[in-house]
């Protein structure tokens, strides 16, 4: 009852729409910086290898190479995923890890204020004489979820949509397959950042605090992420990184299922620690 | 099920250092309108929560309608709430929030009892109206007919005429009074002790995070222990009047006002207040006037 009248408000607001519009500019941004690069590159590495008198396939074989290149990068140079993504466009992969990156942010912004804004006008007080507090917090993260979940398939349909259009090579199927796989990553990777925006959000009384504060542990989450990432890998340090939500990323792309069980798993863990926590102290706290 | 509506003992509340509530024992009866009393710190809003679960006692024990208020959802169709100083959640029109509410209350037919309840704090109009829009009064009504929603029980009103008009004041105190003929039990914090005197059976008076004193309102106001008379003209002898059956005291306040104390537990009122008054005209004393006990806010002032 609480999920289907809050994603009414939701939907009500102008809100949800400002936060389609950001998502979206967001993710042309980034879609129109790498697809300009990207094409900037072939041109370059084009006439690179026409001057060098190099025949077509030698050019492919290069273009191939910076495209494997450029893909290991991203995942972490792991061949599994690397060979799983070979038919994806390159752009697609890039605006996706890209919008990875920064959807934490994006989560926070919209959920800062989703328990935080009603106890501190105490507005929560008219509810919990009528609903458990367990429910009035599953059903606001629900409904964040639900909409969260309706605007990364709009972007992510969108990222595809452009990618069909611009690469002959990218198939229907392929298409399909791959936005149904991109989208699900998504979405089990931003609910655990949802459920840390829940927990932040029921930590304070005002919601400035509440997205001052997330965003502090974003920012230590990917610096945790980055020095273990960076740490030489017998070092004790390199273990840090498992703390970070972030570091399993590239598991929801594995085309393994034990390495993407272990991906969504270690999501499903910090979803249920962060809401685990936000139920708690929820229980606990004076309203 | 118990009589007793909320049974509160030794209960403490501490913010930090501060003790907001100390040790305060009280118990509300079924169908009581119960005042809660004190000046500002006293410990009123703090008390008012902790019967709601909007805060936890730091030790002691609550009871609200035989349940335990901490414990999560227990009170649910048991009580209404009018909180101070609660806002109502923007992004809603008030008829469909109140239908809300009333759905998330278990409330049978939510919608109609909505209308119902904005009818009788006189505010069906504002059905369409944004939270938001509303002014003070009108979403101080709007609370008010939350609380109505279901017709619980219990109702625990906190300040429920602060900052209202006195028309819409009146209007407020006259749906307490509705409550009270149906026997609904009433707990009103408030400051405007004239209107807990009109309204309340029993009260509680707080002082500085502890109960100066408890009781029915003829006990706090000392109607059946004491009377004034008002004296026009005339000399007043004050042994003779201490002679009479059942007159403990008898003293001047000032040059006109006649201050008798008597036994309530073994003479009634009305013979005590004849015998004085009768006594009083045999001896050429001209009366303006006859008072039992005294204001509400007499007993207060005295206590903090």
């Not at chain 1, 006008?121 to 458990?132: D, F, G, H, K």
């Not at chain 2, 003070?136 to 109505?148: E, I, N, P, V």
């Not at chain 2, 009103?188 to 002082?207: K, R």
């Not at chain 2, 003209?233 to 042994?239: H, L, S």
Request: aromatic content about 8%.
């Amino acid at each position: 009852m609480v999920w289907s009248a809050e994603c009414r408000r939701t939907l009500r607001s102008g809100r949800v729409l400002a936060l389609l519009a950001l998502y979206s500019l967001f993710s042309l941004l980034v879609l129109l910086v790498v697809g300009g690069i990207t094409r900037a590159l072939r041109e370059q590495l084009d006439m690179q290898i026409a001057q060098a008198g190099a025949d077509a396939s030698a050019a492919s074989q290069v273009t191939e190479e910076f495209r494997k290149g450029f893909l290991g990068f991203l995942v972490g140079g792991d061949q599994a995923v690397m060979e799983a993504l070979a038919h994806v466009p390159l752009v697609v992969v890039v605006v996706f890890k890209a919008t990875l990156f920064f959807l934490p942010l994006y989560v926070a912004i919209m959920g800062f204020d989703q328990v935080s804004g009603e106890v501190g006008p105490r507005s929560i007080r008219y509810l919990t004489v009528r609903a458990r507090r367990l429910s009035l917090l599953l059903g606001r993260f629900l409904s964040q979820a639900t909409v969260l979940l309706g605007l990364v398939l709009i972007i992510d349909a969108g990222i595809f949509v452009y990618a069909w259009l611009t690469t002959p090579e990218f198939t229907l199927g392929s298409f399909a397959f791959n936005l149904l796989k991109f989208w699900l990553a998504a979405v089990v990777f931003s609910l655990s950042y949802l459920a840390l925006t829940t927990l932040c959000s029921s930590l304070f009384r005002a919601p400035a605090l509440s997205l001052i504060v997330n965003i502090f542990v974003l920012f230590g989450f990917w610096l945790v992420n980055l020095i273990g990432g960076f740490a030489a890998k017998d070092s004790p340090v390199a273990y840090v990184r498992y703390l970070s939500p972030s570091h399993y990323a590239n598991g929801l792309l594995h085309p393994g299922l034990a390495e993407f069980a272990v991906s969504g798993m270690a999501y499903v863990v910090f979803t249920l620690l962060f809401l685990g926590g936000a139920i708690v102290i929820l229980r606990e706290r004076d309203l | 099920m118990s009589e007793r509506a909320i049974e509160i003992v030794e209960v403490t509340r501490r913010f930090g250092p501060k003790v907001a509530v100390d040790g305060v024992s009280m118990t509300v009866n079924r169908g009581e309108v119960y005042g809660l009393i004190g000046p500002n710190g006293a410990g009123k809003t703090t008390t008012f929560s902790m019967m709601c679960g909007y805060l936890r006692p730091s030790s002691g024990t609550l009871r609200v309608m035989g349940v335990d208020p901490r414990v999560d959802g227990s009170l649910k169709g048991k009580i209404g709430v009018l909180p101070q100083d609660a806002i109502l959640p923007g992004g809603w029109k008030v008829g469909p929030l109140l239908t809300y509410w009333g759905r998330l209350g278990g409330v049978a037919n939510p919608e109609q009892e909505a209308r119902t309840c904005l009818e009788r704090v006189g505010l069906i109009e504002a059905w369409d109206v944004e939270t938001h829009a509303l002014s003070h009064g009108m979403a101080k009504r709007t609370a008010l007919a939350q609380a109505l929603m279901g017709s619980p029980p219990l109702v625990l009103l906190d300040e429920p005429t602060a900052g209202l008009d006195p028309r819409i004041a009146n209007q407020v105190r006259q749906v307490i009074r509705e409550l009270k003929d149906q026997h609904t039990t009433v707990v009103v914090s408030s400051h405007n002790l004239q209107e807990l005197e009109q309204l309340c059976d029993a009260a509680a008076i707080l002082d500085r995070g502890k109960l100066a004193q408890a009781g029915t309102m003829t006990e706090l106001t000392g109607q059946s222990a004491e009377f004034r008379v008002q004296v026009a003209r005339g000399t007043v002898i004050i042994p003779e009047l201490e002679a009479l059956p059942g007159v403990t005291s008898a003293r001047m306040e000032g040059e006109t006002l006649l201050h008798v104390r008597f036994d309530g537990q073994a003479h009634q009122p009305e013979e005590v207040i004849s015998r004085v008054v009768g006594h009083l005209l045999q001896t050429g004393v001209l009366i303006l006037g006859v008072s039992r006990g005294r204001r509400l806010e007499e007993r207060v002032l005295q206590l903090t």
